[in-house]
T-cell receptor
């Protein structure tokens, strides 16, 4: 069975500091991995996804994530935090085998940015 | 731009009431999904549909049913609402095929008293 863990339900960073949100997965098959962001009072929006083409994936708003098979990790980073990055972030995994891809979401990490 | 809309942003219902949550997408997507979102649990799939009149159970279908009579519309029904169904409900849609991005609506926050 697939699962996702996100270390830290809440992360605070100063504006301009590095953002690091951790995600580890377990999967019996090569996984496909996603990061979604949810701004206050909104639905989820795709930040980036890993589909085995390249281990370093660049997404929107300056975020990127690196797939590390040996560590079963897919951590999300951004070099310099902005106030507008304050949101809930969800890591997710899928097998990608069928026409409908069941996506398993992690519990989420709430990011606060301190001025 | 893909647009997924949900009929209500906030809803207050009483225990035992029948509740309808509506979702509409405007991009001709084949797949539609209903999730519930609870703090610390992330999103859990309730039901999904891959075509008109077709539905599949997700991880937590108990107490819910769905209806998809038209391609653009996917309804979630709580037959007899209970307090443990107080939650945020998110609808999403995607194209058919592998690894297609899911597009989410803004969510409906349901409170069952």
């Amino acid at each position: 069975a697939q699962s996702v863990t996100q270390l830290g339900s809440h992360v605070s960073v100063s504006e301009g500091a590095l953002v690091l949100l951790r995600c580890n997965y377990s999967s019996s098959v090569p996984p496909y991995l996603f990061w979604y962001v949810q701004y206050p009072n909104q639905g989820l929006q795709l930040l980036l996804k890993y589909t085995s083409a390249a281990t370093l994936v660049k997404g929107i708003n300056g975020f990127e994530a690196e797939f590390k098979k040996s560590e079963t990790s897919f951590h999300l980073t951004k070099p310099s935090a902005h106030m507008s990055d304050a949101a809930e972030y969800f890591c997710a995994v899928s097998k990608g085998e069928t026409s409908y891809d069941k996506v398993i979401f992690g519990p989420g990490t709430s990011l606060s940015v301190i001025p | 731009d893909v647009k997924v809309t949900q009929s209500s942003r906030y809803l207050v219902k009483r225990t035992g009431e029948k509740v309808f949550l509506e979702c509409v997408q405007d991009m001709d997507h084949e797949n539609m999904f209903w999730y519930r979102q609870d703090p610390g649990l992330g999103l859990r799939l309730i039901y999904f549909s891959y075509d008109v009149k077709m539905k599949e159970k997700g991880d937590i279908p108990e107490g819910y049913s769905v209806s998809r009579e038209k391609k653009e519309r996917f309804s979630l029904i709580l037959e007899s609402a209970s307090t443990n169904q107080t939650s945020m409900y998110l609808c999403a849609s995607s194209l058919a095929g592998g690894l297609k991005t899911q597009y989410f609506g803004p969510g409906t926050r349901l409170l069952v008293l």
